[in-house]
């Protein structure tokens, strides 16, 4: 069972940043990947941005891209980060840190199996 607990949310104004923490614990730490995923209210939870255990790859989508960053401190560390710079209205929502296995699809909310609780991210027009 691996737990995951996030931090970090808040209000912000457009065009600020904020970054997200998920710390990863439990008896059987992730081997295969972390991601974030969102969810604004009324919307489906779409997926954000990962980074794979095994070689540190990162993935992001296309709304994000550039703007968002995803890491770690190093090879043994159990948190997960997401900087996330320029927010807009949009980026608005819910925000879950998610553990799983994926070779390519990262995206796909099926390869992740756990799930922590979310952190709220509003940003004011």
């Known amino acids: 069972q691996v737990q995951l607990v996030e931090s970090g949310g808040g209000l912000v104004q457009a065009g600020g940043s904020l970054r997200l923490s998920c710390a990863a614990s439990?008896?059987?730490?992730?081997?295969?990947?972390l991601g974030w995923f969102r969810q604004a209210p009324g919307k489906e939870r779409e997926a954000v941005a990962a980074l794979s255990i095994r070689d540190e790859s990162t993935y992001y989508s296309d709304s994000v891209k550039g703007r968002f960053t995803i890491s770690r401190e190093n090879a043994t560390e159990n948190t997960v980060y997401l900087q996330m710079n320029s927010l807009t209205p949009e980026d608005s929502g819910m925000y879950y840190c998610?553990?799983?296995?994926?070779?390519?699809?990262?995206?796909?909310?099926?390869?992740?199996?756990?799930w922590g609780q979310g952190t709220q991210v509003t940003v004011s027009s």
């Open positions: 998610a553990a799983g296995w994926f070779v390519g699809d990262w995206y796909l909310r099926t390869n992740y199996v756990y």
């Open positions: 439990g008896s059987r730490y992730v081997a295969g990947g």
